[in-house]
């Protein structure tokens, strides 16, 4: 991952008392995703790492946006006001932004839907990371793609025998053993249900009328 220069000397920390605003914007949409403060390190550590740090003022230390999540914000370019006192950064977002699973922390309203699976995809990457002994995440993801495959597959089809020849409830509980599995089968090869969405939030906007 390639860094972009900048003069951190340009940067006036002294009127913040060590912190500036720093605000984050889409480098493909424009979109402005969010806010954060920096202190020099948070500042130095995102131009060396690629990754957006900011210093958080709640866990009093340097906190990358999705060390825990993994939706991560990769750095694209940093720029300073006139009075030097405010940052703006281009980033490319991986994953919804807000810790409500919005793209961005201005939505208006919660998607509650986009909310749940990112926090599912939270969950099934600090597995995969983890890998903790006895979870059964584990256990399906040491049999390889394959075996996550062949889970998918098996999961789709209770879905659809559910559907036709069970009540409601059997359905949505076979639903549910679906999108796990296919969760952990898009975390394998690198993507998340945030790609999903995406892709779906597109073709809503291009498709045809229905």
């Given at each position: 991952m390639s860094t972009p220069q900048f003069d951190i000397a340009r940067v006036d920390f002294a009127k913040g008392e060590g912190l500036v605003p720093a605000i984050v914007q889409d480098a493909t949409t424009a979109r402005?995703?969010?806010?954060?403060?920096?202190?020099?390190?948070?500042?130095?550590?995102?131009?060396?790492?690629?990754?957006?740090?900011f210093w958080s003022r709640s866990k009093q230390r340097l906190w990358t946006k999705g060390e825990t999540s993994g939706h991560t914000l990769e750095l694209v370019s940093v720029a300073v006001d006139c009075d030097g006192d405010t940052l703006l950064l281009l980033a490319k977002p991986n994953g919804p932004t807000c810790h409500r699973g919005c793209e961005t922390c201005f939505d208006p309203q919660e998607d509650a839907l986009a909310?749940?699976?990112?926090?599912?995809?939270?969950?099934?990457?600090?597995r995969l990371r983890d890998r903790p002994v006895g979870s059964y995440t584990t256990r399906l993801v040491e049999g390889g793609i394959r075996r996550v495959a062949q889970k998918v597959g098996e999961e789709g089809v209770e879905v659809a025998l559910a559907a036709v020849a069970q009540d409601e409830d059997a359905?949505?509980?076979?639903?549910?053993?679906?999108?796990?599995?296919?969760?952990?089968?898009?975390?394998?090869?690198?993507?998340?249900?945030?790609?999903?969405?995406?892709?779906?939030?597109?073709?809503?906007?291009?498709?045809?009328?229905?």
């Amino acid at each position: 991952m390639s860094t972009p220069q900048f003069d951190i000397a340009r940067v006036d920390f002294a009127k913040g008392e060590g912190l500036v605003p720093a605000i984050v914007q889409d480098a493909t949409t424009a979109r402005v995703l969010m806010l954060g403060y920096m202190d020099r390190e948070a500042l130095r550590h995102t131009l060396s790492t690629g990754l957006v740090t900011f210093w958080s003022r709640s866990k009093q230390r340097l906190w990358t946006k999705g060390e825990t999540s993994g939706h991560t914000l990769e750095l694209v370019s940093v720029a300073v006001d006139c009075d030097g006192d405010t940052l703006l950064l281009l980033a490319k977002p991986n994953g919804p932004t807000c810790h409500r699973g919005c793209e961005t922390c201005f939505d208006p309203q919660e998607d509650a839907l986009a909310a749940e699976l990112a926090r599912l995809d939270g969950v099934i990457a600090q597995r995969l990371r983890d890998r903790p002994v006895g979870s059964y995440t584990t256990r399906l993801v040491e049999g390889g793609i394959r075996r996550v495959a062949q889970k998918v597959g098996e999961e789709g089809v209770e879905v659809a025998l559910a559907a036709v020849a069970q009540d409601e409830d059997a359905l949505v509980n076979e639903a549910a053993d679906l999108i796990f599995h296919l969760g952990v089968a898009l975390h394998l090869r690198g993507r998340n249900f945030q790609d999903v969405l995406r892709l779906l939030r597109n073709r809503a906007g291009t498709g045809p009328a229905s």
